[in-house]
C-alpha cells in the first residue's frame, strides 16, 4: 500500500526547542494530514494540507508539503512536555477517500 | 460530547473465540472505521463503512467481520480468534468519506489473544 514514511522515528529535545518531523510519499496525493497520538489514546487530527498549498499554519504548527519531492514537514515551535506524543502523517495515494497512515515519528520533550 | 466511544478499553481472549468490539460516535458522522495498530506497522485499514447502510473492506479483512448498526453505532466481530489478531483497534469517525476529511478516533480496545 502507498504509505508515508515519517523520519526520524524518534527524536528527543529539551523544552523550549522546535521540533521538525518529516513524512515522504511515494505517489501523487490529493490531501496530506497529520495526526499527534498521546500514550494510550487515540489519534488526535492535527492539520490537513492540499496537494496545492504549499504551507499551513496553526498555533504552534507549522506544516509544510512539497509535491515535487513528495514529501511533507511538521514543525513545532517553541516545543513544550505536553508535546510529547507520536506523530503520524496520513496521505491518500491519489484515491481521495482512503487515508494510509505511515509508522510515526516518538517525540520526547524533556523539561 | 463524548465523540467517539470505544467498548471494551481492554479484552484477553482465547484462541478460536469470538467477540464483538463496539463504537459508537456521537457527531452525526456519515463515515466510520476500524482501523488496528501493531508496533511498528503504523495504523492499517480493516473496514469502513462509508454511510449507513454500506461497509467495505480496507487493507487487512481477513478474519474480521462488521456491522454498521445504525448512523451512530459501527461494530467490529472476530468470529474465531487467533494470536495473529492480538493488537490495539481503534474506531474512527469523519463527516464524509475522502482524505480531506478529518478523522476523529476513539482511545482504542487493547486485545489480547492467547
Known amino acids: 500500500s502507498q504509505q508515508g514514511e515519517e523520519d526520524p522515528q524518534a527524536l528527543s529535545i529539551q523544552e523550549g526547542e522546535n521540533a521538525t518531523m518529516n513524512c515522504s510519499y511515494k505517489t501523487s496525493i490529493n490531501n496530506l494530514q497529520w495526526y499527534r497520538q498521546n500514550s494510550g489514546r487515540g489519534l488526535v487530527h492535527l492539520i490537513l494540507?492540499?496537494?496545492?498549498?504549499r504551507e499551513k499554519h496553526s498555533g504552534r504548527l507549522r506544516v509544510t508539503l512539497d509535491t515535487s519531492k513528495k514529501s511533507s514537514s511538521l514543525l513545532i515551535t517553541a516545543s513544550r512536555a505536553a508535546d510529547t506524543a507520536s506523530y503520524f502523517c496520513a496521505t491518500d495515494g491519489g484515491s481521495n477517500y482512503k487515508l494510509t497512515f505511515g509508522k510515526g515519528t516518538l517525540l520526547t520533550v524533556n523539561p | 460530547n463524548a465523540g467517539v466511544t470505544q467498548t471494551p478499553k481492554f479484552q484477553v481472549l482465547k484462541t478460536g473465540q469470538s467477540m464483538t468490539l463496539q463504537c459508537a460516535q456521537d457527531?452525526?458522522?456519515?463515515?466510520m472505521y476500524w482501523y488496528r495498530q501493531d508496533p511498528g506497522m503504523g495504523l492499517r485499514l480493516i473496514y469502513y463503512s462509508a454511510s449507513e447502510g454500506t461497509t467495505d473492506k480496507g487493507e487487512v479483512p481477513n478474519g474480521y467481520n462488521v456491522s454498521r448498526l445504525n448512523k451512530r453505532e459501527f461494530s467490529l466481530r472476530l468470529e474465531s480468534a487467533a494470536p495473529s489478531q492480538t493488537s490495539v483497534y481503534f474506531c474512527?469517525?469523519?463527516?464524509?468519506?475522502?482524505?480531506?476529511?478529518?478523522?476523529?478516533f476513539g482511545d482504542g480496545t487493547r486485545l489480547s489473544i492467547l
Open positions: 494540507i492540499r496537494s496545492n498549498e
Open positions: 457527531m452525526n458522522h456519515n463515515s
Open positions: 474512527a469517525s469523519s463527516d464524509q468519506t475522502g482524505s480531506n476529511q478529518p478523522q476523529h
